[in-house]
């Protein structure tokens, strides 16, 4: 098993940057592929950004592609994401996700989830 703990969220102006961390327990993070979602109130989880178990391949969302960079440091089990040129669509609660097989942007395939962190952009 791993627990998952993300830091980081705020509140923010639009055209700025966060950056969201995702601290991981165990020592079997680099077997894990990681992923960030977010959920919007009234809207369903979606995929934001994603990354291998080494790193070395990426998956983003459209909607965050060229403003978002995820990326993982595997001997602090810990995986980020630098969020910049933030626009008022991306406040949501942002959740960071192990998943033990491949990468993969499908929600139902990640099986452990963290507490969440609130990123607000205002207008």
């Known amino acids: 098993q791993v627990q998952l703990v993300e830091s980081g969220g705020g509140l923010v102006q639009a055209g700025g940057s966060l950056s969201l961390s995702c601290a991981a327990s165990g020592r079997t993070f680099s077997s894990y592929a990681m992923g960030w979602f977010r959920q919007a109130p009234g809207k369903e989880r979606e995929f934001v950004a994603g990354?291998?178990?080494?790193?070395?391949?990426?998956y983003y969302a459209d909607s965050v592609k060229g403003r978002f960079t995820i990326s993982r440091d595997n001997a602090k089990n810990t995986v980020y994401l630098q969020m910049n040129s933030l626009k008022p669509e991306d406040t949501a609660v942002y959740y960071c996700a192990a998943d033990p097989s491949a990468l993969t942007r499908i929600t139902r395939f990640y099986d452990y989830w963290g507490q969440g962190t609130q990123v607000t952009v205002s207008s």
């Open positions: 990354i291998s178990r080494s790193g070395g391949t990426t």
